[in-house]
């Protein structure tokens, strides 16, 4: 076994968590890599977001969505959550681009449905077939990822089945945990899509640089970017959790160097609402494989 995919895989042992990893250096002559079940398929959880995005940036691209143009939500009927719009009690109103600034800032759900209802699954379908993402695919938005959830555990409300789904004395089996039914992708297609979006291949460069902005601004410190905690590094990234899946992918960004875009994906032996351990894991499963693509040894 390679020593740095054995580190890998120690650390998410000990985290009590299943995991699949792939890191790659962007925009270098042979680029070296590292993989850990890097082309297995694994639930994406709220990185589907991320695909979203670049589909409605390409809409932008076509212009057959204004960004600018005005979008009125009442928060009463969308989707809940515990950030962003999914969390306001009035009607507010924003534009194309803002509601996408918090729904990956902020990784808010009412944005993220909001933005899919008007983009549409098929037109996140074909941006994937045309980027040459084939093992991809969105089947919902987080709506829908909770009315499964409220139909597989015979729940009253998604409250209810997010409170069963957390409850470690039974085992659950949801269709949200299943690759094959639910949104899902592979670690090594993201960190692709991320090396499109660094490259300006993924949309127009005007839109891919709006799209690495939004990435750079999430607000979540704990996963990768902790695995990172000193100046002169730059970590842009989206996260996606639901029960006992906790996922990122992000670029790391030091001065002088060559980006590393690197994914993390895993399944933890309990579906507590928070798991710092595991959370720490993917931060030093980050740092093993980007410190090793970096130097060359760890």
């Given amino acids: 076994m390679n020593p740095v995919t054995g580190r890998i895989r120690e650390v998410l042992a000990d985290a009590g968590a299943e995991g699949w990893v792939h890191a790659v250096q962007l925009g270098a002559a042979n680029s070296r890599e590292i993989g850990v079940g890097a082309d297995e398929l694994v639930v994406t959880a709220s990185v589907y977001k991320l695909p979203l995005l670049v589909a409605l940036c390409r809409a932008f691209d076509a212009g057959s969505l204004d960004p600018r143009a005005a979008v009125r939500i009442d928060p009463a009927s969308g989707t809940r959550g515990p950030t962003g719009l999914s969390t306001f009690l ?9 509601l996408a600034a918090s729904m990956i800032g902020v990784s808010d759900n009412t944005a993220a449905d909001v933005i899919l209802a008007e983009v549409g699954l098929d037109a996140v379908a074909a941006t994937l077939a045309d980027l040459g993402l084939s093992q991809t695919r969105v089947v919902g938005g987080t709506a829908d990822s909770h009315a499964s959830l ?13 409170a069963l789904l ?16 639910a949104s899902a992708t592979t670690p090594r297609e993201m960190t692709r899509l991320l090396g499109l979006i660094w490259a300006d291949a993924a949309a127009s460069p005007a839109q891919c640089a709006f799209i ?8 979540w410190l704990h996963r990768i970017r902790a695995g990172f905690p000193f100046r002169g590094v730059r970590v842009a990234g989206k996260t996606g959790t639901i029960g006992a899946v ?3 992918v992000s670029v790391v960004e030091f001065d002088g160097e060559a ?31 980007v410190t090793d693509l970096r130097s060359g040894r760890l």
């Fill in 212 to 219: 690495r902005r939004l990435l750079g601004n999430q607000v």
């Fill in 90 to 98: 009035d009607p507010v109103t924003l534009s194309w681009r803002d």
């Fill in 259 to 289: 980006p590393v875009a690197v994914a993390v994906f895993t399944f933890a032996a309990r579906a507590d609402a928070a798991l710092p351990t595991v959370d720490a894991a993917i931060a030093e499963c980050a740092r093993i494989a």
């Fill in 166 to 181: 957390a409850d470690n004395d039974e085992v659950r089996t949801v269709s949200a945990y299943a690759p094959a039914l």
């Fill in 150 to 162: 409220v139909r597989d555990l015979g729940a009253a409300s998604a409250a209810e089945a997010f």
């Fill in 246 to 248: 906790r996922n990122e």
